[in-house]
């Protein structure tokens, strides 16, 4: 009897065992990664809530945070930023070399790697993701950082594990734009490119097989209004330090929770494991708790905060009380008022609950090898700000209601993504800090989605607040915002050369920086690059937040970087802890 009972508990300890092992390996790589020095369990689904869903799962075109996020872990690049060190790392190029003028880089592959479905990846896949992502049909948001000299950068299959990158002039980090351009499965969008339908691949609809990548996860099912399933990608090429292969999750599991309190309210309840971009207050909510949380304070962000006025071109289907107003928007002093009426210090303390820095510029000083120190930090002047307004032509009547040079009030609405509560609390302020100069602000919640179609597409909009950056610290990363004609450029979006004197300005030195090797004379046209968008104010910048993120006790090698994405950038190194899932799921 006792033996049985022995022998029963014994098959169904290696039950459990087999369960909470990885499936075998369909196909060890020739050449895997090993990273990972602290090695961890197999099993588990790790659940991480967003403040929205996807717009898309097609990494050449997505140009949202949320969908970003949510393919980082479905695909892979040739040379990898670490978030942690901020240093470029071999990925899928396995090595590289430069030639002695800087011209060309020649990349080594990795041999036996295989996409998520099985088929191998070769030099092919490369030179077809660098036709698409260069393809100016395309309009990849990266394309800026591929162009030298109006010409794409040209790479040459040297065999099928080399290929070679040539560029016109040298180009400053240049191996940093590898990161983050996903390599394709050319097996799969090859004839849908071919055929012009690449733009309506890989959207939410498409069935899960056919969402190739050579990343960790791969798309298992997604839930309209409920929830994004990526599963372990059997043919993942990195492996730990004793030589298993990666990742250990079976599932990394993305639940779509809304505004931030949502958001917090689920990981409060145990329904998630982790939870990015915390506020201050909930942040300190949460640091009043016991239970051993993971608490991260890692001090300024590299995003910038900023409100953005339309000053885009606008044709006749738009309303014409629109372009009305932009004739004070296009008005530099009308711009300088608002920056000189706007409280930044209480922005960051009542928006980001003291844990957060005001901003002047584009450069947070999170960034601290290419912030500009010396760019002026003014107070805040509401006489200023009045001295300024009556400079450009603007009056007040009786009531102390600001008009225009033609006699008309001065009122204008700002759109705000209902999700994020302290770009809603920024809105409520500037609400209350131009109302001192007579203006009527109008604060209009939008979901996010629909924000970005009304910023992005249709420029149906008078005012909004945004922020970019958390991704490489490089300026070369957001050449697409400062060039002209970027794909992110927010104000004259779509022109094809500059619309002013200093735009122009602009794109010399950007252009110039990118090709300049030397640190302290590249720093040099940068620092001039952020006093020219400080003295012409395309955007009104308000404020850093500091980085806050938590984890659950049971998340192991939780280690949270200041680069974006922020929590997931090691996710295929992240586990659970035994029982952890079991707490959760009670």
Request: hydrophobic share 40%; aromatic share 8%.
């Amino acid at each position: 009897m006792l033996r049985t009972a022995r022998l029963c508990l014994l098959v169904q300890l290696l039950a459990i065992f087999c369960l909470a092992a990885p499936s075998p390996d369909p196909l060890q790589p020739k050449e895997e990664v090993q990273v990972c020095k602290d090695a961890g369990q197999y099993g588990g689904r790790l659940v991480v809530g967003l403040r929205a869903e996807p717009k898309t799962l097609n990494p050449v075109t997505a140009e949202d945070a949320v969908s970003r996020e949510v393919i980082g872990g479905l695909m892979a690049d040739l040379v990898h930023i670490n978030r942690s060190t901020q240093q470029s790392e071999p990925a899928l190029a396995k090595s590289w070399k430069v030639s002695a003028d800087g011209l060309t880089y020649t990349l080594k592959l990795r041999r036996g790697i295989r996409f998520s479905d099985g088929q191998p990846f070769d030099a092919d896949d490369v030179i077809f993701s660098w036709a698409v992502y260069t393809d100016e049909k395309i309009a990849s948001p990266q394309r800026d950082l591929l162009i030298l000299d109006g010409k794409p950068i040209q790479v040459t299959k040297l065999d099928p594990y080399t290929v070679r990158f040539t560029l016109t002039r040298p180009y400053a980090a240049a191996e940093r734009l590898f990161d983050s351009l996903a390599i394709l499965p050319r097996h799969i969008l090859d004839k849908p490119y071919r055929n012009g339908q690449f733009l309506q691949q890989w959207s939410l609809n498409t069935p899960a097989s056919q969402i190739v990548g050579l990343g960790p996860f791969r798309l298992k099912q997604y839930l309209p209004g409920q929830r994004v399933v990526l599963e372990r990608n059997p043919y993942y090429w990195k492996a730990d330090a004793p030589k298993r292969r990666l990742p250990y999750l079976d599932e990394l599991v993305f639940v779509f929770a809304g505004n931030e309190d949502a958001r917090l309210m689920q990981f409060e309840a145990g329904e998630t494991d982790v939870v990015n971009r915390l506020s201050a207050q909930n942040y300190s909510l949460l640091a009043r708790q016991s239970g051993g949380l993971q608490l991260d304070d890692l001090g300024p962000s590299t995003e910038y905060n900023f409100l953005l006025f339309n000053l885009n071109e606008l044709n006749s289907s738009h309303v014409p009380e629109i372009e009305r107003k932009q004739a004070w928007f296009r008005d530099l002093g009308f711009r300088q008022a608002v920056s000189a009426a706007i409280d930044r210090e209480s922005i960051v303390r009542l928006a980001y609950g003291g844990r957060g820095t005001p901003l002047w510029g584009n450069v947070s000083p999170g960034n601290k090898l290419w912030v500009d120190a010396s760019l002026p930090h003014p107070q805040r002047s509401v006489d200023s700000a009045r001295q300024l307004l009556k400079s450009a032509g603007f009056s007040w009547n009786a009531t102390g209601n600001l008009l225009d040079p033609g006699g008309q009030p001065v009122e204008f609405s700002i759109i705000v993504a209902s999700s994020n509560s302290q770009r809603m609390e920024m809105a409520t302020i500037i609400q209350d800090d131009l109302s001192k100069l007579g203006m009527q602000v109008n604060v209009v919640p939008l979901e996010f989605r629909a924000l970005l179609q009304r910023v992005f597409q249709n420029y149906n909009y008078e005012a909004t607040i945004l922020g970019l950056g958390g991704g490489d610290a490089d300026p070369n990363a957001e050449m697409n915002v400062w060039v002209s004609n970027g794909s992110t450029h927010l104000w004259h979006q779509g022109e094809a050369h500059p619309a002013t004197a200093w735009e122009a300005e602009l794109d010399r030195l950007m252009n110039r920086q990118m090709l300049t090797l030397n640190y302290k004379r590249r720093k040099r046209l940068y620092d001039q690059v952020q006093q020219i968008i400080a003295a012409n104010l395309p955007m009104v910048f308000l404020a850093t937040p500091d980085v806050l993120v938590a984890a659950k006790p049971g998340v192991g090698n939780f280690h949270p970087a200041v680069l974006e994405p922020t929590t997931l950038w090691n996710v295929d190194q992240l586990y659970l802890r035994r029982g952890a899932e079991m707490a959760r799921s009670r």
